[in-house]
């Protein structure tokens, strides 16, 4: 009578338990905005953020938030 078998019915792998050629989705580093004022966008998020951008060109400002990455880029069309 009584014994319940445990079943394990997903189980995450583990990196260190997965062959070498298995390539894992394992979470995002970078979040990209696309923005309408580039500059407001940079001076906003630098002032939430509390840092300068690491990158700051007129295609792209780059800021490095707690090991992630938040890019910014202007629209399509938007004046640079």
Do not use: H, N, Q
């Not at 007129?58 to 938040?70: A, C, H, N, S």
């Amino acid at each position: 009578a009584g014994r319940r078998r445990r079943r394990t019915i997903f189980r995450r792998p583990t990196p260190s338990l997965m062959p070498e050629s298995t390539s894992a989705f394992l979470g995002l580093r970078t979040a990209i905005y696309v923005v309408p004022d580039l500059a407001a966008a940079r001076d906003w998020y630098a002032g939430v953020v509390g840092a300068a951008p690491y990158f700051d060109e007129p295609f792209y400002v780059g800021f490095e938030v707690g090991g992630f990455k938040l890019g910014l880029m202007p629209a399509e069309g938007a004046d640079a």
